[in-house]
């Protein structure tokens, strides 16, 4: 077990070096989240209460930690696990004591760091400079968080799959970036979609887990509501690891 730790604490030192010599990755992890807030709050302080009953602060905030998970986990680690595969680091790791499982978790494991911190900041921060108060359930908040960054990780690898090259990685992970912004609740609060669009994109990967984060904001959702979005997210951490598993290439598209 220590000697498991070990391997993972090297990996996840050897990925911060790395991740701190690529100027654009560090500004998607660092900088990109903070301009999506302002972006976020801009868009959602002209929708009315009547469609918003949470307020345009805590949709922010909201929206905002959804924001921050998929900038900083999902995008740049889509990024750096194609870019260690091209250049041979994934192959190379292979042939040494590192599980599969290990690699992929050493390597994730500074975007998920920064991204937790992140979202510590701006829920202290935020609620500060928008007198939203604390969070109304700070764990389920917490259980929100993790269950994201637990679906997002398999599901950077995966698109890797189909990311030939670093340059074009900002291709392949905008379907995904864009379909979870708009439909699960992040640069669109789910109460101002129709009931037909909302009750479809309930079943979207991260609809799931931003229903834990907004219920833990916002106090709202009943005990029904978050079986449901508790399962619908484990059911897609499932499909995503398995998928991960079955498709990830470890060495480069040729």
Known sequence: MN???????ALGRAELTL????KNNLFIALLMPVMMVFILRSSVSGIGLDDLPSGPAAATLVGGTGMVLMLVVYMALVSAYTARREELVLKRLRTGEATDLEILTGSSLPPVVIALLQVLVLSVGGAVAL????????LLL???????????????????????NVESAGITTLPFFLLSAVGSGMML???VLPDPVADVCAFLPMSGAMELIRSGWTGTGGA????GAAL????????SVFAC?????WEPRR
Do not use: C, K, S
């Open 3 to 9: 000697l498991a730790h070990g391997r993972l604490a």
């Open 19 to 22: 991740l701190g010599r690529n």
């Open 131 to 138: 007198d939203t108060g604390a969070p109304e359930r700070p």
């Open 142 to 164: 917490l259980a929100g968080v993790l269950t994201a960054v637990v679906l997002l990780v398999p599901a950077a690898a995966l698109t890797t799959a189909i990311t030939r």
């Open 189 to 191: 609060p789910t109460e």
């Open 224 to 227: 029904y509501e978050l079986a």
């Open 232 to 239: 619908n997210a484990l059911a897609w951490i499932v499909i």
């Open 245 to 249: 598993t079955r498709w990830f290439r």
